[in-house]
């Protein structure tokens, strides 16, 4: 997901500079953000708006408590938004993997409400369509500011439905995701303003040329829903959010039932934005509902709806692009990411790299690797060869390390996100193999209630491909014993076209190796990362420089982002007509 890293407050490219309260600095104009935001997407350089340190020294001392008091003012109550159409009645959903009261209480939406909600979304096209790509983009970054003043209690909200520690909430659920939307809306206003709004066409003839005047307006394709997933409810819901809303299109944002608050406040955002600047509300909405009520089919398959951005299984994802025929669907799912492990000059390094990947959020995060592949007579090294078991004891040490001390355990592992994940580490053992290193239960030092595992690593054959060539989410990784490294690269390609993956990894000190994983990833559509020690792990992506996703495998059929994640939302729309004499 998103880079989860030591701050650097320092650093030079940092567009935004906020004090106390956050948001964009004074005298660094909205514009300015979008100028190096379209910059960085055509070099893919680092850049990034939104200082990613949570420190008293970049946001100000009362940043942070200002921050959980106004996420604990939402505890226990009704959330306020400023129109709700096609809600009746409330519904509270959510349950901290913290243990963390919640009990906010949300307008609910059911199946009857959708034709009232979608009715009202539309009514508001064609004042934000007639708005032109300039203003619509000036909204979407006050909206943007707007939010990032808010992130303390944005990232708040992020831990306490999700399970993310706070550091990492405050990334990935705030300054990282307003990254990715401003990256959505940068690759939006690039699109749009590929063309001229207007032209003058002139055919030379005998006599005077004919002269055409010609106008180009972008149009959206109508009312979009954005359903959001229960582990990353802002990353990845906003580069669809602010794809739609800035290429002209309503957005009705239906969240997880398990996280609702961060994507709630994100609507309360938008609609006070729009409203001061003379927009209709209800433009962005939300969906709220109750477990069971199972309004995603009928929403997103209704008629009324032209686009449709989903993450979660792969299952629904696939139902999604099978029944959602009248929308232009983009869907992240999910896959089976792979390591292969040939060589390595760094043996500590490689080791200490996938621990950190594997114990991040325990593993909930669609860009975790899964299935780690070396071969039975094991690797040349810095250290010497190491055996297969001596590489798996290896990680397994690293992995013990990492999680020694139980402070900075949890601040790397976070709580497990639901029982569902629950079963699958408590019952990775029964998946046969050998167990080489057991996952365990560690004590949160604050939050008594959570429930927090350490990874499980599992030892089998690569005939076993029954067991680990599955979608397996959470803290369970399979190390994987091939033939060699050609049969490692084989299963590779073989899962990377049945089952898709987000991410793949090799370590290798041989160009030739290296070379033919590039050509398998080329060939499977997957991102690749060579020979990672320190600092930049696999399961992290760096808005304006790294694609999420590829759309080449089963895994997504989009990335984030690209000019084919927007360019689908609108259309050019021409009139012309007879220039005056």
Known sequence: MSQTTRAQPGDSTTLAQPGASGGFADD???RDALDRALDAIRDRSHFSAFPESPSPRVYGEEAAPAGLAAFGTWQGTDFPLRTAPGASGAVATERSPFGI????????????????????????????????PDTRVDVALEILAALHKRVFELANAVMATTGQAFVMAFQAGGTHALDRALEAVAYAYAEMTRHPATALWERPGRGEPVRIEKTFTVVPRGVAVVIGCTTFPTWNSYPGL??????????VVKPHPGAVLPLAITVQVCQEVLAARGFDPALVTLAAEADGDGITRDLATHPAVRIVDFTGSAEFGDWLESH?????????????NPVVIDSTHAFRGLVGNLAFTLALYSGQMCTTSQVIFVPADGIDTDEGHKSFREVGAGLAAAVDKLLSDEGRA???????VNDAVLNRVEGSTALGGE???????????????AVVRTPAILALDADDVAVFGRECFGPVTFLVRTRDTDEALALVRRLGHERGAMTAAVYSTS????????????DVGVALSENLTDGVYVNQSAAFSDFHGTGANPAANASFVDAAYVAGRFRIIQSRRHAPE
């Not at 949890?410 to 497990?416: D, T």
């Open 28 to 30: 660094r104009p909205l």
């Open 324 to 336: 959602a025929t009248q929308a232009q669907v983009y869907t992240e799912k999910s896959g089976v």
């Open 511 to 522: 160009e030739r190796v290296l070379a033919a994983a590039r050509e398998v990833a080329l």
């Open 410 to 416: 949890v601040e790397l592992l976070g709580a497990i």
């Open 101 to 132: 009261g919640l009990d906010i209480r949300y307008p609910r939406v059911a199946t009857t409400g959708l034709d009232d909600l979608l009715a009202t979304a539309q009514a508001g096209i064609p004042q934000w369509r007639d708005a032109g």
């Open 242 to 251: 602010f794809a739609s809303l800035v290429t002209g299109n309503p957005v």
């Open 435 to 449: 167990v080489v290193l057991e996952s365990r239960a560690v004590r949160h030092p604050v939050h008594a209630d």
